[in-house]
Nanobody
Framework: QVQLVESGGGVVAPGGSLRLSCAAS????????LGWYRQAPGKEREYIAV???????NYKDSVKGRFTISRNSAKDMVWLQMDNLQPEDTAVYYC??????????????WGQGTQVTVSS
């Protein structure tokens, strides 16, 4: 089992920045990748960014160049630096951990979410 706790959400004006944090605990040796998703009101949850155990990163096209995902060497903290935020970035942001378990397949772990509101 993996537990994830997000922090750092809030209200910011368009063009502003926020840094989200996610603290991971539990069976971290089983985690293959850490990432961030978001869900806006009335919309489905969508992928934002991922960082693999090897340090490779990938982003949703609409956040490339504005958002940066990073983690520490212990792989128990992951951050999402969000710059030049726009109203369409308003959503609940969720930390995600991916485990690929032999014989089982993909297992997803989620945090409780943190609200990000971009408004003037």
């Amino acid at each position: 089992q993996v537990q994830l706790v997000e922090s750092g959400g809030g209200v910011v004006a368009p063009g502003g920045s926020l840094r989200l944090s996610c603290a991971a605990s539990g069976s971290l040796f089983s985690v293959n990748a850490l990432g961030w998703y978001r869900q806006a009101p009335g919309k489905e949850r969508e992928y934002i960014a991922v960082i693999t155990n090897g340090g490779n990163t990938n982003y949703k096209d609409s956040v490339k160049g504005r958002f940066t995902i990073s983690r520490n060497s212990a792989k128990d903290m992951v951050w999402l630096q969000m710059d030049n935020l726009q109203p369409e970035d308003t959503a609940v942001y969720y930390c995600h951990a991916l485990e690929l378990r032999v014989g089982v397949g993909q297992i997803d772990y989620w945090g409780q979410g943190t609200q990000v509101t971009v408004s003037s």
